[in-house]
């Protein structure tokens, strides 16, 4: 049972990336996923987040999260991305007991080890 984040890299500023969370060795459709990022030396924040009913709840501006349950994967969308952006991007899961999903870390107990997002000024 794990969760595989994909898709960092380098890009300039004002680029754009996709980042995708795979599951593997369980179906994601009753889950709940989060987006996570922890720059150098700074707490992890929450980014965006999906829940199995859909609902939604997302960094203003510049994220988009969606699911595809048919590839068990959790998609983030980053467009105008900023040298800020730049971090470790996390993505995690927990079992769908509420419609609503949270942006906070310590609602979630599975994770995946992270992709590394590197903007240039």
């Known amino acids: 049972v794990q969760l595989q984040a994909s898709g960092g890299g380098l890009v300039q500023a004002g680029g754009s990336l996709r980042l995708s969370c795979t599951a593997s060795g369980f179906t994601l459709d009753r889950y709940i996923i989060g987006w996570f990022r922890q720059a150098p030396g700074k707490e992890r924040e929450g980014v965006s987040c999906?829940?199995?009913?859909y609902y939604v709840d997302s960094m203003k501006g510049r994220f988009t999260i969606s699911r595809d349950n048919a590839k068990n994967t959790v998609y983030l969308e980053m467009s105008g991305l900023k040298p800020e952006d730049t971090a470790v991007y996390y993505c995690a899961a927990v079992y769908g007991r509420l419609p609503r999903c949270s942006r906070g870390s310590e609602a979630y107990d599975l994770w995946g080890q992270g992709t590394q997002v590197t903007v240039s000024s």
């Open positions: 999906i829940s199995h009913t």
